[in-house]
DNA sequence: GCAATGCTATAGTGATCACTACAAATCAAA
DNA sequence: TTTGATTTGTAGTGATCACTATAGCATTGC
């Protein structure tokens, strides 16, 4: 009867906690998310993950399921961990071509902040050869592009999504790019050229649409 | 005396050509060119490979040395192939602009011919695990980036490689944007942005760099 | 016919893949 | 201290990876 829920409130609360430390699973998935992120899913085995956690096999699919499960964790943290903030850099406050350029500029300086972690964690996910991962990323980059969809459509509610799809097809090659070890300085040049292209389709929609 | 080089100058001929017929390596090409190019270079086993070709393992190692080789007789076949035949488009005669809109949307037609084929094959392999594959890929993608670069410098001598870079980065998100699945009007009405953005970056240009 | 040539298929190489069965070890609660 | 729960390390699962040693076999020139 009183065998599960029994006893006080705190001992459930330690209960939870697992009695005896696991190994830091935040700290595990910190470190698989940029083994990941550098080389990309299928290029990492289990037991490079293992071997970098410090842990054997068992303790990670305890942990987290499968690798899969693992890389899922990476990659909301990574999402997170606000790398790239579009929702403080697509405010509904500011001019949309400025909020864009804004955009693609912050996302170069992420995709090239760290010489080893080059490109977007997500799009670089979508390409990977396993199944379930490429879903995973999908899944964030879709979410992604609805977002910026969604903000271009409060101002340009016509042709939000070939503008969204502008953006994004712009962010992946940028990330390409990145991963190819395109420059930043270089990168940053085809940012602005994209950023600046942008404001100009607006004037010319305007015109076109209006008649 | 008269054992090797005696006879006729016919037997020469034929002695070249292989007494026995081994399995038409052309074809073994493109049928690994398609898997390759479906799938991409790692995900493709040299298990599925002779199986496609419906020869056994030590066949293939002796037609073409290994997986890689076998990959880069497929790359160039691809290339060769003129499937963009960027010389054809980015002639000397007709206007910059013209010319990139030309190649973007021709590129956008390529990368979704095939519902299986997507995307780029050069673009796709500079981003495989593999690093002999990765850099075969890259030779290809080099020499191409480098044929638009020359392509603009012609009559765009001072900004050339920003504009190539930002043609290339465009062409890649293209082709991540037809492996990730978007439809071919979408991809075109982004090519489309992007050449006409491409326009305004030389009348820009005309009026800033001659100031 | 007879050896030489050259491609073929059978079978298997060690390595690595993601993943797990099992039992020792450690903790909490009794 | 005993019991029960849970994680750990050891070791190994079958599958697949790219690749190859060996030998059979058909065709060639003699």
Do not use: W
Not at 21 to 32: I, K, L, M
Not at 171 to 193: I, K, P, T
């Amino acid at each position: 009867m009183k065998s599960k829920p029994s006893k006080s409130g705190a001992d459930e609360r330690v209960a939870e906690r697992s009695p005896r430390r696991p190994f830091d699973r935040e700290a595990g998935v910190a470190v698989a998310k940029d083994l990941f992120h550098e080389r990309g899913y299928d290029a990492v085995g289990v037991a490079e993950l293992t071997r970098a956690l410090g842990i054997n096999p068992p303790s990670l699919y305890a942990a987290y399921g499968n690798k899969a499960g693992l890389y899922e964790r990476c990659l909301e943290i990574y999402v997170a961990e606000a790398n790239l903030p579009a929702d403080k850099i697509l405010t509904p406050d500011r001019p949309l071509s400025e909020a864009i350029n804004d955009l693609l500029r912050q996302a170069v300086r992420l995709y090239t902040k760290s010489k080893a972690k080059r490109g977007c964690m997500v799009a670089e996910g979508m390409r990977a050869d396993d199944p379930q991962a490429r879903q995973l990323a999908n899944a964030y980059g879709d979410a992604a592009a609805d977002f910026i969809e969604g903000y271009i459509k409060r101002s340009q509610p016509h042709q939000a999504r070939k503008l969204a799809d502008y953006v994004v097809t712009t962010l992946q090659g940028l990330s390409a790019g990145a991963r190819a070890g395109r420059s930043r300085a270089r990168l940053l040049a085809v940012a602005e050229l994209a950023g600046q292209a942008f404001e100009t389709f607006l004037h010319t929609s305007d015109e076109s649409k209006n008649a």
